[in-house]
């Protein structure tokens, strides 16, 4: 049995005519002789207008009831998408996500997926030619409805893939694939054919929304190729898949960026074991992530600590702060909000020398002050004035030869 | 365990506001030291915005993906109220169909419910004080989702009152209670305080919808005593229960009516065995009910038998019988739109001589024809003409003296 599995998003099934498009190609998918499994969204503004529903009724509601609302706008796309099949003469039928078992723990509004009853979905795909699949959604343990947290549905394609073996997995979404940059921001971004899933992971939590983060960790895990392109025209899209050989040979794939980012600077603190937890425990603790941290050399047993945060959180660690502030021995806090985050992206800077001298050495050449470094494997990132960033992604992709492929300059 | 059901039906639950009065009758009796089995229907107008919305898809959607289409309004509303109640400080939780296991046979849009696990929800009553269970919707022995047909929400109330053998079920609405006949047809029509499942049955069937006909059926086999009450006022309604010696002594307890009427005659047909079956099988197949039906005694081996049916069957019917006719060997059908069933409804009747030739006088007094005639043991049906069918009500109300209680005339 060929099995695809193929995602649409909210974009692709908001209304009949969008439907209609997916129809064909699913019905394409048929003609190749595949067995397919759809895996569909709400219908894009449902998910906002329920989460807005919900907050009219409680100013708290429990996540746990949450999701038994949410996951009606998955349960309405795949009823009628299955009516739409049934009408082209197809074999088919919706499942839900407790129907395809898919068991998760019990972390409602941000499930994860632990198991799927695999043997159920192949005895379904004997008798019928397509499964239209609930996204998002999936049971716990105790038999209540979950979510998987925004763009869940793209985990919940891949790991049917994954669970099935399938021999393709497409993410359908209304861009073309992953570019280089963001092509708002620089006319000559670049569609990229293939990269790998390290990288596609640097990109997904910069904010190039193309696919949920954890469906790429998800892949990478079970190693499953992902296409992702595009529901509006017939362009292959992006391969994320496997590192080899061809894509260590390419210094870098692209340039992320994020915007929300918030700079907090703690002066002063006295520099001994234990003041960093002192610090950022409290702050994990409520439930805010922690993204570029600096220490400074101390001098007079006293250092100053500087890190990120996203800009929604930048009230509640002031409070935590000010609050600890006797532990931590601070003198002061300080904050900076207009800042962003630039990131060159590439698995090649494993093996390639002076990727971070070229990037620095570009953002001197366009006179844009880098506030602080952070650095992976795989990626180097600059904290910059925000006002700089449109000037910084153009040069950087720029000074990368993003725009033509494979003609990546040489350090 | 004191188990109280309590049913709201959809306009109780449209909306914030609505949802909020209803939480006050859940409270109530909460603090009477019950553990509450809420069933909701789907928001007001949910319904009809979901069946539209399967239409504009399909024009034959397949009814199993109608359902899950369907149970999307419930679900909304069980999730929203349980938020509610936690608001309120109350341990509750939402509970779906197939959560509730109440199993259902495989007829999509009408199924009918085989067995619930009363087991589990029992256990969960041990640690929420209220459950808030989606009406109208089931799982199959298949695992795929049913719902119980219009109004279904109201046997999903009695069958769990069943199940759990509840102390009290409640089915909340927004009338009053079942009246002697209908309020806007006749003001000194009386609400009444008990009336038998007999009753009730004929109630419904002639469209005095105040209960689907499927709970009522369902609270006479397992004998649930069923309380119908208004959401907007505390008045205590009407019960609906078994028969007693008290009922007896009232010979009628309402008068009934149905507007859907469509009378059709066919004329001169062979009296001979067979011919009823080969005019009416015809027509049951094509899933047609009839209604009341008379044969006239025969005249040199030829009858006219005529029957109603409701009024949208109509041409659907004269098809069948112009594509039958030289089986039946008839002459000439005839249709009369223009006609209506009224109805004296009593379990007094049993007991009592004369009611008959009371009604027939009383329709005589006012110069009203009779087209038909058909009795059942607690029920007496005319057809009449329908511009008389006020008239008749208000003629009957008063001849059998509803206007007061217990102040029915003895013949």
Known sequence: MKIIVQKFGGTSVA??????????????ALEKGYKAMVVL??????????IELGRQFSKTPAAAEMDVLMTTGEQ???ALFAMLLHDAGVKARSVLGHQAEITTDCMFGKARIMSINTKKLRNMLLEYDVLVVAGFQGVSCHGRLTTLGRGGSDTTGVALAAALDADVCEIYTDVKGVYTTDPNMCSTARKLDRISYDE??????MGAKVLQIRSVEFAKKYNVPVRVRSTFCDDPGTLVTQEDELMEDVLVSGIAYDKDQCRITVFNVMDCPGVA???FSPIADAGILVDMIVQNTSRDGRTDMTFTISRTNLEKTLEILARDNKDIGAVEVQHDLNVCKVSVIGVGMRNHLGVA?????????????ILMISTSEIKI???????????AVRALHDAFGLDSPGGDRVC
């Open 15 to 28: 209304g009949l005519d969008r439907m209609l498009t997916i129809r064909r190609k699913v019905l394409a």
């Open 357 to 369: 001298s070229m990037m620095f050495t570009c953002l001197r050449n366009e006179n844009i002050n």
């Open 277 to 279: 937890a002192a610090i």
């Open 200 to 205: 596609m992971l640097e990109f997904s939590s």
């Open 41 to 50: 969204s709400a219908m894009a503004g449902e998910t906002n207008r329920l």
């Open 381 to 391: 990132t600059c904290l910059i004035e925000e006002k700089y960033l449109e000037l």
């Open 76 to 78: 309405a796309s795949v």
